[in-house]
């Protein structure tokens, strides 16, 4: 008896803080390889793969919408079959494979066309160079489909809900999470970008696959310490279920008293472990998936109680898709807010490499260790939020975090507006300074205008993030039902990866549709100071801007998931006091 109390006691010691240096660690390498994988890309594509710019810029917007669309399949494997752990740990390997190889392409000089020659077409890439480009690039878009989901669900897993203040340590977890990624974000934007501007891409590309393996041995090494939790069976068949029992049961009537719904604790349990979720009044329609009906009653009573799922469900299976629809349209509201941030790394980086970037004689910032600003904005904003923020809003509003995750998302919308407009007025200062100086007709030469003048359009898009991104994770983490966290991660995922392909399109209707008689066209493969990249920014602006009021209707009316959750008193042992949890 004794032996099993101190085993019971070992067991409530794993997670907690002491596995967050773990997961930062592992977090902290992974993305220094990431980042510095994908910053600089479109220079890897445009000058040693002699790629035209727009193929380019849609080859990183499309691998990055397929990147952040794999997770899906990551958190799916994760939250069915195998947990977080391992499926962090098996695509891990998955990513170091698709750099190994891409590092090896950078190193071996047959696997890249040959250099460009003066007054030389310059010769691009084969279809076998490119299909090592793009295989190289599928592995790591698998790896990052395990990787995303789940880490950080992964580490917010570390704090039992029936822990009192639990609610404050997750939003501090999400924000010093968020900082340290964007600090290891911030090394990989200058360091690594230098590396592969001045030394080579064979070390900048080998230094983050070097980095990438740290990071698999250090998350490894905290196996014995983790808080693991089971996976509890596909959601997917679950939503599946209720959607077809719903359905069978389409003229069935109604129920009256909520009361009467199906419930089954002991089925539910395995998938409800930090609570059962509650009957909500919305979506009535699904509420006929739980109607008992005479028939079943009977049958229930034969086979001692175990009812068919796929005709019958319990309320809190019912809830569970009630909950992921209802996050169905705040999910759709930062796609737009992708869209916009994407540039950055494609037509905002061809507009550094026009200007000067020299700090002295003899150094100058790579085009691609622009995004500095974001990072060192977005890090400043979290820090500032986290100990000057929430302390001050917290006066005003009572809540724990100072405001709701709603109205943080609201803040990062409006302050992207804000980027988009700026990044349109700053353009045709380009390129007004460009025609002062003769420069139009020399789309290589670089241009007497500062880049510092992009700093500010950076640095609002680093601001965003830290309002609407952080904002997003805890939002479906937090309004996810317990077993699909993972699938909820994923969610995050895919509005990114909706908002790259977004990107792409309107890269590409843009071009086709924005020329002129005379070859103009907004968006210039030859020739950016000739084009109009200023209307494509502000085509975006306005894009925000009906998205924003979208997401304001969207916010109004979203109903909080209500949790019922069981307390445990200081010996271990569960009381039956019932907390309604309804998170903001």
Known sequence: MEMEKTEKHMERKKGGLITMPFIFANEICEKIAVVGFNTNMISYLTKQLHMPSTKAANTITNFS??????????????????????????????????MISLTTSAVVPGLRPPPCKAGEICKEATEGQLGILYV?????????????????????????????????????????????????????????????????????????????LVSIITFVVGYPIYRHLDPSGSPFSRLLQVGVA?????????????????????????????????????????????VVTEEEKVKMGEELGKPNLWKLSTVHRVEELKSVIRMGPIWAAGIILITAYSQQNTFSLLQASTMNRHLTNSFQIPAGSMTVF????????VA?????????????????????????????????????LIAGFVEQKRKHVAFNHGLMDHPTSIIPISVFWLVPQYSLHGMAEAFMSI?????????????MRSTAMALFWTSISAGSYLSTLLVSLVHKYSGGANGENWIRNDNIN??????????IT???????????????????????????VMDGSKVDELQLVNPV
């Open 65 to 98: 919408g397929t990147a952040s669309l794999t997770p899906l399949i990551g958190a799916f494997i994760a939250d069915s079959y195998v947990g977080r752990f391992w499926t962090i740990t098996v695509a891990s390997i998955l990513y170091q494979i698709g």
């Open 136 to 212: 190289s690039l599928l592995l790591t878009a698998l790896g990052s489909g395990g990787i995303r989901p789940c880490v950080v669900s992964f580490g917010a897993d570390q704090f039992e809900e029936g822990d009192p203040k639990r609610g404050t340590k997750t939003y501090k977890y999400f924000n010093w999470y968020y900082f340290a990624m964007g600090a290891s974000m911030l090394v990989a934007v200058t360091v690594l970008v230098y590396v592969q501007d001045n030394i080579g891409w064979g070390w900048g590309f080998g230094i983050p696959t070097i980095a990438m």
């Open 246 to 290: 719903a359905y069978r049961k389409r003229k069935v009537g109604s129920v009256s008293d909520s009361n009467l719904l199906y419930q089954n604790r002991d089925i539910d349990g395995p998938i409800s472990r930090d609570g059962v979720l509650l009957h909500t009044k919305h979506m009535r329609f699904l509420d006929k998936a739980a």
């Open 374 to 381: 974001t990072l060192l904005t977005m890090l400043i904003t």
């Open 384 to 420: 500032l939020y986290d100990r000057v923020f929430i302390p001050i809003a917290r006066k005003f509003t009572g809540l724990d975090r100072g405001i709701t995750f709603l109205t943080r998302m609201g803040i990062g919308l409006v302050i992207s507006i804000f980027a988009t």
């Open 471 to 483: 904002g997003h994770l805890e939002f479906f983490y937090d309004q996810s039902p317990e077993s």
């Open 530 to 539: 000739k084009g109009k990249l200023e209307n494509f920014y502000w085509l």
């Open 542 to 568: 306005v894009l925000q801007v009906l998205n924003l009021a979208y997401y304001i209707v969207c916010a109004r009316f979203y109903t909080f998931k209500p949790l019922e959750v069981q307390r445990k």
